[in-house]
C-alpha cells in the first residue's frame, strides 16, 4: 500500500479564464477501487491526464507507483491482435495473458485475428487484460462501458470487483456499484472522496443536499427577522438621540446624561444584531455549493389519432444473405416505453432503422402509422456543429424550451456561446436529447442515447420522461435506466 497526495492542485487551460480546479487537496490509497463521477466538462479526464503529467500545474502531485492510461491507443489495427499486446506491454507472459483473457470470456482464437476484426467489445476487452498485466502501476480506466452490451458491462464488472488499484471512470450506476468501494467525485465546487459505491455516495449526496436546503430555509427567515429588528433598533436609536437636545412634555429640563447612555445601548444593540445577521449570511453562503440545478420543464409530445402507432410481426432483417435478426414481432402503442435488448450485433439498431423508414431488406409483416412523426436520436454526433440558435432554428424546435432542458442537463450559460464542434461527447449526446424532447412528435426513437452522459444527467433524464411520459422505443445498456424507464422490454 502507498499513497497518491494531491495538495493545492490548481490548473486552467492556456486562454481560459476559469480555473477547473483550484486548491484541491486530497490523498488516494493505491488499494482502493475508486469510482470516479462528476457531471460532463467538470473536469474527469483533464485529472486523469495531470496524473499522467500531461499539463503543467500549480500545487503538488506526489506518488510512488506509475500511472498506467485505458483505453490504449492502438496505431495499427491491422495487426494481429497479439502483436498489438506485445506492443503495449512487451514482457508479458503468455499464461497470465491467457489468465486474463480466461477471465473475461475471451476466446484464444482472437489473439489471431486482425485487431480491426474485432468487435468493439472484444477490442476493450482485450485491451483490459493488457492492462492488468502492468505490474506496479495505478490504473486511470475511463469509459470502458460505452461499446459494450449489458451482458459484457456485467462481465467487466464482475472482473474489476477482482483487481484493486484503479480509477475507473464510468457513468453506469449498476457497473460502478458492483465493482467500487470508494468514490471520487467533482462537484461544483470541490472534489470529495467518500467510502462505499455510488448508490452510497448518492444517498450521502442527497441528504446533505436536503440538510443544506433546510439550514437555508431557516437561515433566509433568521435574516429578515434580524434584519427587521435591526430597523426598528436603528428607527429608536434615532428617535431617543434626537430628544437629547429637547424637553420633555412637561417642560422640565432634559437628562442628557440618561438619555445618551439609552442611545449608545441602542446602537450597541443594533450592531449585535448587525453581527448576527452578517454572521448569518456568511453561514448561508456554504450552502447549497454542490447542489445541482433542478429546473421543472414543460414539455409536451403530440398525441396520435390511434393507439397503435407501429406493429411487427414475424420480421426478420436481411443484409445481402446474412440475416441480422430473424422473426421478430412487437407492437408499439401510446404512453409505452420500449426497450430493445440483446447482445450487440441482435439487428437493434437495424429494427431501429427500418421502424424510421430507411430502406431496409426484410421478410413478414411491418405497419406503422399513417402521418407518424418519428424523432431520432443517432449514436453519431460527428454532425453538430456550429451555435445551438442556429440549430433549433434549422430544426423548428422552441429555443427556449430547448435550452431550459440543457441547463437542466447542466450546461452553463458561456456553454450556449460556444461552436457545438467543440463540445464533450456527452455534450453533444445532451444537445440530441434536448432536440428530440423539443420536437413536436407522436414517437421518439433513441438508439444508445446515454453514452458519454454523466450520472446524475442520466437520473435526470429519467424524471423527465417519467414526468412526461412520452411513447418511447430505446436501445441502452444502462441496466438501471432500462429498469426505471421501460413499461416493456423486446429480447432480440
Known sequence: MSLIKVTNLTFAYEGSFDNIFENVSFQIDTDWKLGFTGRNGRGKTTFLNLLLGKYDY????????????????????????????????????????????????????????????????????????????????????????????????????????????????????????????????????????????????????????QFELAENEKLKKDIKRLSDA???????????????????????????????????????????????????????????????????????????????????????????????????????????????????????????????????????????GSQLKVSYVSQDTSHLQGSLTDYARQNGIDESLFKAILRKLDFSRDQFEKNMAAYSGGQKKKVLIAKSLSEKVHLHIWDEPLNFIDVISRMQIEELLLEHAPTILFVEHDREFCNHIATKIVEL
Open 230 to 368: 435591526a430597523k426598528r433598533t436603528s428607527n429608536w436609536s434615532h428617535e431617543v438621540e434626537k430628544t437629547k437636545n429637547g424637553t420633555r412634555n412637561s417642560g422640565s429640563k432634559v437628562d442628557k446624561g440618561y438619555i445618551g447612555h439609552k442611545a449608545a445601548k441602542m446602537m450597541q444593540r443594533s450592531k449585535s444584531i448587525e453581527q448576527r445577521q452578517h454572521s448569518a449570511i456568511d453561514e448561508k453562503s456554504k450552502l447549497l455549493k454542490n447542489i445541482e440545478n433542478q429546473d421543472s420543464l414543460k414539455i409536451s409530445q403530440l398525441a396520435y389519432h390511434k393507439n397503435q402507432l407501429a406493429e411487427l410481426e414475424h420480421v426478420s432483417i436481411y443484409y445481402g444473405d446474412r440475416t441480422v435478426c430473424s422473426d421478430i414481432s412487437f407492437s408499439i402503442a401510446q404512453g409505452e416505453r420500449i426497450a430493445l435488448s440483446g447482445k450487440n450485433g441482435s439487428g437493434k439498431s437495424s429494427l431501429i432503422k427500418l421502424i424510421c423508414g430507411e430502406n431496409m431488406t426484410y421478410t413478414g409483416t411491418f405497419r406503422k
Open 58 to 209: 500549480s500545487g503538488t502531485i506526489t506518488s510512488t507507483v506509475q500511472f498506467e492510461y485505458f483505453p490504449f491507443v492502438v496505431e495499427q489495427k491491422e495487426n494481429q491482435t497479439l502483436d498489438v499486446i506485445g506492443d503495449i506491454i512487451p514482457d508479458y507472459l503468455q499464461w497470465e495473458l491467457m489468465r486474463e483473457l480466461s477471465l473475461l470470456q475471451v476466446s484464444e482464437d482472437v489473439l489471431y485475428r486482425p485487431f480491426a476484426s474485432l468487435s468493439n467489445g472484444e477490442q476493450t476487452k482485450v485491451l483490459l487484460a493488457a492492462l492488468f498485466l502492468k505490474e506496479n502501476s495505478f490504473l486511470l480506466i475511463d469509459e470502458p462501458t460505452n461499446h459494450l452490451d449489458m451482458h459484457a458491462r456485467k462481465l467487466v464488472s464482475d472482473y474489476l470487483r477482482t483487481k484493486s488499484g484503479f480509477i475507473l471512470v464510468s457513468h453506469d450506476r449498476s457497473f460502478l456499484d458492483n465493482c467500487v468501494d470508494h468514490i471520487l467525485s467533482i462537484n461544483r465546487t470541490n472534489i470529495e472522496i467518500q467510502k462505499g459505491n455510488f448508490s452510497d455516495w448518492w444517498e450521502n449526496k442527497q441528504r446533505q443536499d
